[in-house]
Nanobody, 125 residues
Framework: QVQLAESGGGSVQAGGSLRLSCAAS?????TAWWRQAPGAAREFIAA?????????YYGDFVKGRFTISKDGAKNMVYLQLNNLRPEDTAVYYC????????????????????WGQGTQVSVSY
């Protein structure tokens, strides 16, 4: 069982930045960030795959504004959020899988068996 704990959320103005952190209690095969806005489905943001030398994968909407990274020695995964917009307001979740088959569908919720509690990001004008 992997425990995940997110931190770093908060309220910022449009154009601002935040860095979210995810502390994992153990090693994972695939680690990702997702978000869920009020009334919307959970949306894939980015993933890191240990199968690919920690290559990064991003959702189509990201377009260079967000960056996922990790510190393997500390079992930490980060999400840098830049140029934030009000439509980025959501609860941001860290997710992880220890299954090797998660590499095939890292962009789907079903790939992850471990989820954090989430951290709120609110962006206003």
């Amino acid at each position: 069982q992997v425990q995940l704990a997110e931190s770093g959320g908060g309220s910022v103005q449009a154009g601002g930045s935040l860095r979210l952190s995810c502390a994992a209690s153990g090693r994972t095969y695939t680690t990702a960030w997702w978000r869920q806005a009020p009334g919307a489905a959970r949306e894939f943001i980015a993933a890191l795959g240990s199968w690919s030398g920690d290559r990064t994968y991003y959702g189509d909407f990201v377009k260079g504004r967000f960056t996922i990274s990790k510190d393997g020695a500390k079992n930490m995964v980060y999400l840098q959020l830049n140029n934030l917009r009000p439509e980025d307001t959501a609860v941001y979740y860290c997710a992880a899988s220890r299954r090797s088959d998660s590499r095939a569908y890292y962009y789907r919720e079903a790939a992850y068996e471990h989820w954090g509690q989430g951290t709120q990001v609110s962006v206003s004008y």
